[in-house]
């Protein structure tokens, strides 16, 4: 199929800056909304429905990684990362929210809870706990967030390439003396915005326009998904026409595996446990009204998954079948330019941009509320004692953490890593290895304050010298970082949640038990996590 002509004029950005627009009236909607009360901004006062815990829920997983990440991976390895991550994701996300999620609602509701962290500290009765795990998920979040800056960033510099050539050279590639991206949006230009959109809605309304904002997003994203899918797959002349294309130029790329072993694929399933341990999803499923908002969530967010995920993986396999590269041989920018290659319209390329920018928001607004969250209860009120604020002063230091943890980020996001895809992994393989933390907390009665400590300390251990061999020493040497870095044939993730697992057993086997009543607190028996 023979490549269009990419469009020059910047209809596209005007509908994305339509979408824009909408995002700004709905932080006045729910400032308007807005009680006024610290509970309110951090956890709505947990008065969140089944719908929109649904669609809070699953929009705050969905994030670059699932469409612009998911898509390039694919363009680089094959069909067989649906099952690398979608369909494993489909039923442990939701075993988790029925296992997990709904006992550490009931828990944080009886407790008053409004972090994850406060739930560890009372559950082991330790102070210190909590001042170990803020550094660890902090680092960890941090490049969750970063994904979404540089998927949003790699979008709109891939959609708008030629529209700005008085204004924007593009980047010079050394090796050729010819500038890719040419007329482009830069990328820090695409994250400035982002950030600012985003700081002001949930400055103005806290997890109540997070939630808000997520369910309008996750309809815009699902919505114009199918849209790109019908219309790509029509282009590429349907289905069979652009799969058998693959079939005759790429056939590995369809194979069961592909260029994925099968101890990596069977590793890569411990990765979708992470959502057990994610911060701002716990926050989430805090804002439930009562447990039974939590069935729709369980019922619908594997078919979700797989609406948003088989259309992007497909659109990345197709691509190599077409022929259609990857510009400046970025992977992450395939998405956009499948887009601007088989949509001639500029109006529904702006539409579909726009889509992609709204999964990306809905994970990054309800990060930042979660983060500014826990810095004011878990760091500030727990060493200066729960009076020395009033609300509003509680709100100020959480707004005043995001800001940071914003402009962080987004110095960050100026010096990108290759693969949003494979940056994102090391990130959940991190969450992951938690995973037996929360798991023992919530069902093992005999878990003690020294295994907590013991597997939180050998994740963090296991996890940086991985993530120092994979990614930071090649970086040192100059040699460019392998997208599956594997250790025997298996994901690191294999070896950082074994040992993390491990030691929080057999150091809880030898170490004295928690009190019973202090035990009892936590656990919550069949029945009483109805309300």
């Not at 929109?52 to 994030?63: A, K, Q, Y």
């Amino acid at each position: 199929m023979g490549l269009l002509t990419l469009a020059k004029e910047p209809t596209p950005l005007y509908v994305v800056g339509a979408y824009f627009a909408l995002l700004i009236g709905l932080g006045f909607i729910t400032r308007a909304l807005y009680r006024g009360t610290s509970g309110d901004y951090f956890v709505a006062s947990r008065s969140i429905g089944p719908f929109l815990l649904l669609m809070s829920v699953f929009g705050t997983t969905m994030t670059a990684f699932a469409l612009v990440g998911s898509t390039g991976k694919a363009y680089q390895s094959g069909i067989g990362v649906y099952g690398l991550m979608a369909s494993s994701s489909g039923i442990v996300h939701s075993l988790v929210f029925f296992l997990i999620g709904i006992k550490l609602w009931a828990i944080g509701k009886r407790h008053d809870f409004l972090t994850q962290i406060q739930f560890f500290r009372a559950r082991f009765d330790s102070v210190g706990i909590g001042y170990l795990l803020f550094p660890i998920l902090v680092l960890l979040v941090i490049p969750y967030l970063l994904i979404g800056i540089l998927g949003a960033g790699a979008v709109v510099r891939g959609v708008s390439v030629g529209m700005f050539p008085d204004t924007f050279a593009g980047t010079l590639n050394p090796a050729t003396s010819q500038y890719a991206f040419a007329g482009a949006v830069p990328p820090w230009l695409t994250g400035l915005v982002i950030c600012a959109i985003v700081l002001f809605y949930i400055f103005s309304g806290g997890l109540r326009a997070a939630a808000w904002a997520n369910a309008f997003q996750t309809m815009v994203f699902m919505v114009t998904g199918v849209i790109a899918f019908w219309l790509i797959s029509g282009k590429l002349g349907g289905l069979s026409a652009a799969t058998q294309r693959v079939v005759a130029n790429a056939p590995e790329y369809l194979a069961r595996e592909g260029k994925i072993t099968q101890l990596q694929f069977l590793s890569y399933g411990l990765v979708p446990l992470s959502v057990g341990m994610f911060p701002h999803l716990f926050q989430h499923w805090l804002t439930a009204k009562n447990a039974k908002a939590f069935r729709l969530t369980a019922i619908c967010h594997p078919l979700f998954i797989m609406i948003v995920w088989v259309p992007c993986i497909l659109i990345g396999v197709w691509a190599v079948g077409d022929g259609i590269t990857a510009p400046g041989g970025n992977a992450n920018a395939i998405l956009s330019k499948v887009v601007q290659v088989t949509v001639a319209d500029p109006f529904i390329t702006g539409l579909l941009t726009a889509g992609i920018l709204a999964a990306i928001m809905s994970s990054l607004d309800s990060q930042f509320v979660c983060l500014g969250t826990i810095f004011t209860q878990d760091i500030v009120i727990q060493m200066t004692g729960e009076e020395r604020f009033s609300d509003a002063q509680k709100v100020l230091l959480g707004r005043a953490f995001i800001l940071f943890i914003v402009v962080v980020t987004y110095l960050l996001s100026l010096f990108p890593p290759p693969s949003i895809f494979d940056l994102a992994v090391w990130c959940f393989s991190g969450f992951a290895s938690l995973f037996p933390l929360v798991f023992a907390a919530v069902y093992w009665r005999g878990v003690t304050k020294a295994g907590a400590v013991a597997s939180i300390l050998t994740m963090a251990a296991t996890w940086s010298y991985f993530f120092y061999e994979g990614l930071v020493k090649p970086t040192f040497e100059g040699v460019e970082a392998k997208g599956d870095y594997l250790v025997a044939g298996l994901m690191p993730v294999t070896f950082i949640f074994a040992a993390s697992a491990v030691s929080l057993i057999l150091v809880s086997l030898v170490t004295a038990p928690p009190p019973a009543a202090t035990v009892d607190k936590f656990m919550i028996a069949r029945g009483q996590t109805h309300g």
